[in-house]
């Protein structure tokens, strides 16, 4: 979510929102539900502007996961949250506030994920990836390996974000 609220297009409408910035949420839906895209249904809306600003969607994936798409420039505020539930677990994340695990239908949580604690840091760029994102990019093309994050996953991406926009209900 960003609050973009009478904002312009991005770049004076040479490129869309999804593709520019929700592209991280449509990536991290991708990395959570694992496998490939077997369908979408989505609605994606221009309110009360001229461009595409908010984008929903149901994927369906062959790990037999189904990932929820909630991609909104028109809220109150930004933020970057994740869910990720499985039977009697759930967790509810967001990487610069941290994350919550429930289980057993108890109303405290039972782990509390405090990402400067888990980067022994309290330095944004490593507390929120930055470091070791780029520290693996750099050991992979020392090794002569494929990063996690490569041209061809990046293409399953992009195809899930023309899915978004061809799919819609």
């Not at 221009?46 to 149901?58: K, P, S």
């Not at 790990?63 to 009697?88: Q, Y």
Request: proline share 4%; net charge negative; hydrophobic share 35%.
């Amino acid at each position: 979510y960003k609050n973009s609220v009478g904002g312009a297009p991005y770049y004076r409408g040479a490129m869309d929102m999804l593709t520019c910035d929700g592209i991280h949420a449509v990536d991290t839906l991708r990395y959570l539900c694992g496998g490939e895209v077997e369908s979408v249904a989505s609605d994606s809306r221009r309110l009360d502007a001229g461009h595409w600003n908010i984008h929903l969607a149901m994927v369906r994936f062959s790990s037999g996961a189904t990932g929820l798409l909630l991609n909104n420039f028109m809220a109150g505020r930004r933020m970057f949250s994740v869910e990720v539930h499985s039977p009697g677990i759930s967790f509810f994340g967001d990487p610069e506030e941290g994350g919550q695990l429930y289980a057993d239908n108890k109303t405290e949580p039972i782990d509390e994920l405090d990402p400067f604690a888990l980067s022994k840091s309290e330095e944004d760029y490593r507390a929120f990836g930055t470091y070791d994102i780029n520290r693996h990019f750099v050991d992979c093309m020392l090794k002569g390996k494929d990063p996690e994050t490569n041209f061809d996953d990046a293409i399953k991406t992009m195809e899930l974000v023309d899915a978004v926009y061809g799919s819609q209900i």
